[in-house]
């Protein structure tokens, strides 16, 4: 089923672009033309596994943050992702340059023949994604669950999402990197004094002595919400006009 909505989606890309044989082909012709790029993890706001793997580690909440056993199962879960899809989605790429090139010369109807080629990658991977997506989210708790559910953008239509460039990626990965340098500090404290009050609470100890753990660590949790809200910020700055009108921006 998921497939021929992947053919359809193509189908009728292509139909739509054959209409006007004068005009440009575009990057959001293209990209349709393939089959839906988003997938469960473009949903979410992640857009491909190592970013959905970043996103994770800083987008959540103090309260909701990963542990670190979580982290390193993430981790692995996407590590065999991109080992078992990279051929895959390095045919996907070299499809897709070949496209964007035709299309350049203006030609709609080579460009059309050689994403015919990637609509049944992109259904293998689509599957890939959605299994990874899955299996990640068993990792999580409930409660993470329920956080990343409620803050997935609503307007996102996955279809819509052109695939990241390289330098998008590098972009957002570094971004990510200086987010989680910058707020070291801050980042351990609040994780060390969430710990804290975890055992405080094993323990029996009032509300009163566990909100004076928290009290302590009040103006990086305040600091790290702010960074965080900056960091999507730049991340969307990231994003192409395309991207951006799919309504699927960052998590968290």
Not at 62 to 78: C, G, H, P, R
Not at 187 to 192: I, P, T, Y
Not at 235 to 248: M, N
Request: glycine share 6%; proline share 4%.
């Amino acid at each position: 089923m998921r497939r021929i909505a992947l053919v359809t989606l193509a189908a009728l890309s292509l139909a739509a672009c054959s209409q006007d044989t004068t005009a440009p082909t575009t990057a959001s012709d293209l990209g349709n033309g393939a089959g839906a790029f988003g997938t469960a993890l473009t949903a979410a706001g992640g857009y491909e596994a190592g970013i959905y793997e970043s996103r994770l580690a800083n987008g959540l909440p103090d309260d909701l943050k990963l542990s670190t056993e979580q982290k390193e199962k993430i981790k692995a879960l996407v590590k065999a992702f991109e080992d078992a899809t990279r051929a895959d989605r390095e045919a996907l790429r070299a499809i897709l340059k070949e496209a964007n090139d035709a299309g350049r010369r203006g030609s709609r109807d080579d460009a059309r023949k050689v994403l015919d080629r990637a609509v049944d990658i992109r259904a293998r991977l689509a599957a890939a994604e959605a299994k990874l997506k899955a299996d990640i989210d068993a990792v999580l708790t409930p409660e993470q669950r329920a956080w990343i559910a409620a803050h997935s953008p609503r307007r996102c239509d996955p279809s819509k999402f052109i695939p990241l460039s390289d330098a998008q990626r590098a972009q957002i990965r570094a971004l990510e990197a200086d987010f989680e340098q910058s707020n070291k500090a801050d980042l351990d404290a609040v994780k060390a004094a969430y710990d804290e009050v975890r055992e405080a609470l094993r323990a029996g100890q009032s509300r009163e002595e566990v909100a004076k753990i928290l009290e302590r660590v009040k103006p990086a949790i305040a600091r790290l919400a702010t960074g965080r809200i900056k960091l999507r910020e730049q991340i969307t700055a990231v994003l192409t006009p395309e991207q951006k009108a799919s309504g699927c921006l960052p998590l968290g």
